[in-house]
Nanobody
């Protein structure tokens, strides 16, 4: 019913920038939360940033001041602007959305992920 498609990952040098995008499509009544998670090799998945429909923001401490999450509610799209990237930011970044479907039930959806590699 709902699909999340990410884009924008790639290879970047330390100190560089990338902008990730994720568009949700399908039978969507409302999206309460959108966000980004990441998983590095050998590590558990962690929250990077979330944004609610009201604009409330949440970031993991390690990215505060460097990453910015935003969303376009009309387009059901969330963005992650990543600046001053560090090698430890290397991970698969996955889009997340908590969606109210037309059946009036909240469902969690995940994108397939996009790889971000920070290396010189």
């Amino acid at each position: 019913q709902v699909q999340l498609v990410e884009s924008g990952g790639g290879l970047v040098q330390p100190g560089g920038s990338l902008r990730l995008s994720c568009a949700a499509s399908g039978r969507i009544f409302a999206i309460s939360v959108m966000g980004w998670y990441r998983q590095a090799p050998g590590k558990q998945r962690e929250l990077v940033a979330t944004i609610t429909s009201a604009g409330n923001l949440n970031y993991v401490d390690s990215v505060k001041g460097r990453f910015t999450i935003s969303r376009d509610n009309a387009k059901n799209t969330v963005y992650l602007q990543m600046n001053s990237l560090k090698p430890e930011d290397t991970a698969v970044y996955s889009c997340y959305a908590r969606v109210m479907t037309i059946q009036a039930a909240y469902m969690d959806y995940w994108g397939k992920g996009t790889l971000v590699t920070v290396s010189s």
